[in-house]
């Protein structure tokens, strides 16, 4: 199943949580007639905030975000990233950016969230706009421009990820094996060399070195699962129509 594929299958009413979620996604699970849309329109999902771990403390981001932005490549056809400025500039130009808003659900600025187009589609986008009107909105870290070879590292991570929830491996051992996967190949292109911000890895050492009680990374937890606490989603919501992160 690819990720285009992936996004519309939560609207066939057959998923309980879905926790990784895109707001590119939203739109497709707000169509009249689907099991998860009730016959006035409003939904009958809701977006939450992720769930924080036993290692999460006050004052951390709450998770990761990916977030729009426009690459050009330096040595191109010029009249083809020509039209690719002219069209960047189209879909983001106030004058058009709003509609985009509205009907692909992915909102780029302040204004598009607080119009009053947003406001009376709302009650039928399950908190999306509450989200974006919110200080959450910037709690979740947006994508950065460190990693030095995304394509190699992604596919890295999925593999080393089904392991773990098939079972074949434990958490701790696929994410031991992704961890030295990823110094592979970062290994490989600190010594081929990289024109901008090559990796620059640390000699092996023991974790003692690194991991501690006090700051990030932490020690091992004696207990990494402590009992949960369900937060009510309306007590959610109103934060952030009150102008907190949670």
């Not at 879909?91 to 659900?105: C, D, E, F, R, Y």
């Not at 937890?221 to 992160?245: D, M, R, S």
């Amino acid at each position: 199943m690819t990720f285009g594929e992936a996004g519309p299958v939560p609207a066939q009413g057959q998923i309980a949580q879905q926790i990784f979620w895109y707001t590119a996604f939203t739109a497709d699970m707000t169509k009249p007639g689907l099991p998860v849309v009730n016959a006035d329109g409003t939904p009958e999902w809701r977006m939450a905030p992720g769930p924080n771990g036993a290692y999460w403390k006050q004052g951390m981001q709450n998770g990761y975000q990916d977030v729009g932005s426009w690459t050009f490549f330096a040595n191109h056809d010029a009249n083809r990233t020509a039209a690719a400025w002219l069209y960047a500039q189209f879909v983001t130009a106030k004058t058009t950016s709003l509609k985009k808003t509205i009907v692909g659900l992915t909102p780029i600025r302040q204004s598009d969230s607080q119009s009053k187009a947003m406001t009376d589609l709302a009650p039928k986008l399950g908190g999306l706009v509450e989200f974006y009107r919110s200080p959450a909105r910037v709690a979740w870290t947006p994508t950065g421009n460190n990693v030095p070879d995304y394509p190699k590292l992604a596919q890295l991570w999925w593999k080393n990820v089904a392991v773990a929830v098939t079972g074949e491996k434990t958490p701790q051992q696929a994410m031991d094996n992704l961890a030295t996967e990823m110094d592979d190949v970062m290994g490989r292109l600190q010594r081929a060399g990289m024109a901008h911000c090559a990796p620059k890895l640390n000699p092996k050492s023991d974790p003692a070195k690194w991991l501690s009680d006090k700051h990030a990374p932490w020690k091992k937890l004696a207990n990494e699962k402590p009992k949960g606490e369900t937060i009510a989603y309306a007590t959610l919501l109103n934060a952030w129509k009150t102008g907190k992160v949670r």
